[in-house]
């Protein structure tokens, strides 16, 4: 019989006074529940005389988002407290630091990171991240290569393919990413107004033959150990620093899908703006700093990328095949754009939307968002297998912009 | 503490004795050990009086081929006998019936085809197998289908990876095969007189590009779960019955190594024919029915694979997506193509080679069939991004085999 049961507050506090030399003698402890209330419960636990804080973070075993119909797997609590620990070592600094991991209770403990703010919110606010392009770039370089067959050792990689293997939260995405939106579903979740588009995006068969094609190598290519979520809502940030959280659908899966998930959501983000920032000037110039992110992210990373296959690449083909480097990244780069493309579109019409377009309270501004975001999407979609520069895709995002002001 | 050791014939004689109900009470039973001395001790079991035998296969910890130097996980042994029962279950009549299997031992005690003779050797001798292509087809088909995310259900197949997770033996293949023929390497091994094309082979650039990119694709490519090692010696046949054996190189990989793996091998004989049939024109038939086996095997697998799609697709965008078998499909032949080409030119000069060649005494013709068989297998491998047919991948044969005459 497992022990599991989902934490109340006063549990939270006594298992946290019980951790190990963390909270002093006389610590005087308080618990907030704090979770998004997706698929976990998070406690924010503080000691009130030391100022000393963590968080309690706890799987339980349904998808609030539907009720308690969609069981998933507690496993993914491990998953994630591996995928942490794993990230530390390879970004330290860019996630949180895992204190200890309790496999009856689905539970991580963890540093507390309050003094950031979600990502998501700050853009939405109109807050430039000067260090993100930089941290996010280091983030993905480190933890793609050395998960993968070019940094680390082949064989036991396999054994960590094996050990990350997470079929309930893959099936999230693969129905919410990659099947939904091109369908009539029940998950499916749009306004009336843009009825038109999403029965577009359901009779395009030119783009369904793209999106088969990014599902089977999200479904199929062991390249690396992904974050598997990366948006906007699972960084925690600061204009001076970064931290990546939630990596609950870490899995092995194409090294793209975390670059595109960047990607996306900086342009959720841009097609939000539309709204948020009134002042025309100041739009122009807050939206060419998220394309210029955005240029920054894919360039640093192809750089950080690069550095590391040539000087730690273990694989001595890799090595000596003239030209396999560049034919790789292009590679990334495409499935980037792609994989972008595929999580634009189902922030639009799947289950599960973004703030930076939800919350628009304005119906018409809204909406204009969501065509102006549905456009870029498909745009990026279509572009994947030919893809050879990020500009084409900063190409791509301008000129839905001009025709969304025409 | 594992009861495992290596069994001796008497101890093979008691464990057949003890199994339920095979053979009768009165049985007198003898054993003799037939293994080709790889990987494994085969002990064949047989009832002097009622005729009735089974056979029984050991994994040992080590590959012989290097002496006990090379140390390699008993767990092949149960990756074969469940890669063998569900093989059975998808390919009935293909493959030999698992009796039993004992995780301590590491045996499996499996049907006796000893009624049918290794296909390499019947090549050799110049026997041809009509039933071979209808056969080896329908058993790609049915395994690979059944076995991807077209087949079955998406979240069991994550599973089935899991299970099939092989690293040792995997390791063999990514060495040999797609590593140590393109560098200097102490596994190599080759005759000093093609050193010239040896040499070759490891200063192309755009041939360690090719190899590259499908040592990837066995790296990461996880579509279904292969046998593996699919080469002429693996089917036990006759010209009324094949029968595919030995699958502990069982893994989720691309598609087209297995049938990369049956082109190659038909192509290796193919090259030693210049040898095995003086006369001209009979030499000429039996290679020309190779080549038709080969576009047989390709037409009827394409065939098979592309009805099983249309009735048993379980993924949806994969049925809406227009031209995604197409796609798809020419994936598969191209990935054959190039797989076929890396397992040629691995038997020519690397670690373990082939009897249709190997076996040649007269050391002008062995030569003059190596460096054939090399010329067809860099040339599949050249040709593994842009094929669209099998019959460039013919045409490449015809052509290297007028220069091999010139």
Redesign the interface.
């Given at each position: 019989m497992s022990a599991y049961h989902p934490l109340n507050e006063q549990e939270a506090i006594e298992i946290a006074r019980a951790l190990d030399s963390f909270f002093p003698e006389d610590a005087q402890l308080s618990s907030r529940e704090i979770g998004d209330g997706n698929l976990n419960l998070v406690f924010h636990i503080t000691d009130t005389v030391s100022g000393k804080s963590l968080i309690m973070k706890q799987a339980v075993p349904y998808a609030k988002v539907v009720g308690e119909s969609w069981p998933l797997s507690l496993e993914r609590a491990r998953i994630e407290s591996d995928a942490l620990i794993l990230q530390h070592k390879l970004a330290p600094g860019l996630v949180p630091q895992v204190y200890s991991y309790d496999a009856d209770l689905a539970l991580t403990i963890m540093e507390d990171l309050s003094d950031h703010i979600i990502m998501r919110q700050g853009l939405i606010n109109g807050v430039r991240y000067p260090k993100f392009a930089e941290d996010i770039s280091t983030f993905m370089a480190q933890t793609l290569f050395f998960t993968s067959?070019l940094g680390m050792n082949?064989?036991?990689k396999?054994?960590q393919?094996?050990s990350f293997?997470?079929?309930?939260l893959?099936?999230i995405t693969?129905d919410l990413i990659?099947?939904d939106p091109?369908?009539v579903s029940s998950n499916n979740n749009y306004e009336p107004a843009i009825e038109d588009a999403a029965e577009a995006l359901r009779t395009n068969?030119?783009l369904?033959?793209e999106?088969?094609?990014l599902?089977?190598k999200f479904?199929?290519?062991?390249?690396a150990l992904l974050h598997g979520d990366l948006h906007t809502g699972s960084v925690f940030a600061t204009p001076e620093s970064t931290k990546v959280i939630d990596p609950e659908f870490a899995y092995y899966g194409p090294i793209g899908f975390d670059i595109g998930a960047v990607i996306a959501n900086l342009l959720l983000n841009y097609a939000g703006q539309g709204h948020w920032i009134k002042d025309e000037a100041e739009r122009e110039s807050f939206r060419a700093y998220l394309l210029d992110t955005i240029r920054e992210v894919w360039a640093k990373f192809d750089a950080k990328f690069r550095a590391l296959w040539n000087e730690h690449n273990v694989?001595?083909?890799?090595k000596?095949?003239?030209?396999?480097q560049d034919?790789?990244m292009n590679r990334l780069l495409q499935d980037a754009i792609g994989f972008a493309g595929c999580k634009i579109v189902r922030r639009i019409v799947g289950l599960s939307h973004v703030a930076d377009i939800d919350r628009i309270p304005d119906a018409a501004d809204r909406e204009q968002a969501q065509r102006l975001a549905l456009t870029i999407g498909t745009s990026l979609i279509l572009l994947n297998r030919s893809a050879v520069s990020i500009e084409q895709a900063i190409d791509a995002v301008v000129t839905a912009t001009a025709h969304e002001r025409s």
């Amino acid at each position: 019989m497992s022990a599991y049961h989902p934490l109340n507050e006063q549990e939270a506090i006594e298992i946290a006074r019980a951790l190990d030399s963390f909270f002093p003698e006389d610590a005087q402890l308080s618990s907030r529940e704090i979770g998004d209330g997706n698929l976990n419960l998070v406690f924010h636990i503080t000691d009130t005389v030391s100022g000393k804080s963590l968080i309690m973070k706890q799987a339980v075993p349904y998808a609030k988002v539907v009720g308690e119909s969609w069981p998933l797997s507690l496993e993914r609590a491990r998953i994630e407290s591996d995928a942490l620990i794993l990230q530390h070592k390879l970004a330290p600094g860019l996630v949180p630091q895992v204190y200890s991991y309790d496999a009856d209770l689905a539970l991580t403990i963890m540093e507390d990171l309050s003094d950031h703010i979600i990502m998501r919110q700050g853009l939405i606010n109109g807050v430039r991240y000067p260090k993100f392009a930089e941290d996010i770039s280091t983030f993905m370089a480190q933890t793609l290569f050395f998960t993968s067959d070019l940094g680390m050792n082949q064989q036991d990689k396999k054994l960590q393919v094996k050990s990350f293997v997470n079929p309930d939260l893959c099936k999230i995405t693969e129905d919410l990413i990659f099947d939904d939106p091109y369908a009539v579903s029940s998950n499916n979740n749009y306004e009336p107004a843009i009825e038109d588009a999403a029965e577009a995006l359901r009779t395009n068969g030119a783009l369904h033959l793209e999106v088969a094609i990014l599902r089977e190598k999200f479904l199929t290519n062991a390249q690396a150990l992904l974050h598997g979520d990366l948006h906007t809502g699972s960084v925690f940030a600061t204009p001076e620093s970064t931290k990546v959280i939630d990596p609950e659908f870490a899995y092995y899966g194409p090294i793209g899908f975390d670059i595109g998930a960047v990607i996306a959501n900086l342009l959720l983000n841009y097609a939000g703006q539309g709204h948020w920032i009134k002042d025309e000037a100041e739009r122009e110039s807050f939206r060419a700093y998220l394309l210029d992110t955005i240029r920054e992210v894919w360039a640093k990373f192809d750089a950080k990328f690069r550095a590391l296959w040539n000087e730690h690449n273990v694989d001595r083909l890799a090595k000596s095949a003239a030209g396999y480097q560049d034919y790789y990244m292009n590679r990334l780069l495409q499935d980037a754009i792609g994989f972008a493309g595929c999580k634009i579109v189902r922030r639009i019409v799947g289950l599960s939307h973004v703030a930076d377009i939800d919350r628009i309270p304005d119906a018409a501004d809204r909406e204009q968002a969501q065509r102006l975001a549905l456009t870029i999407g498909t745009s990026l979609i279509l572009l994947n297998r030919s893809a050879v520069s990020i500009e084409q895709a900063i190409d791509a995002v301008v000129t839905a912009t001009a025709h969304e002001r025409s």
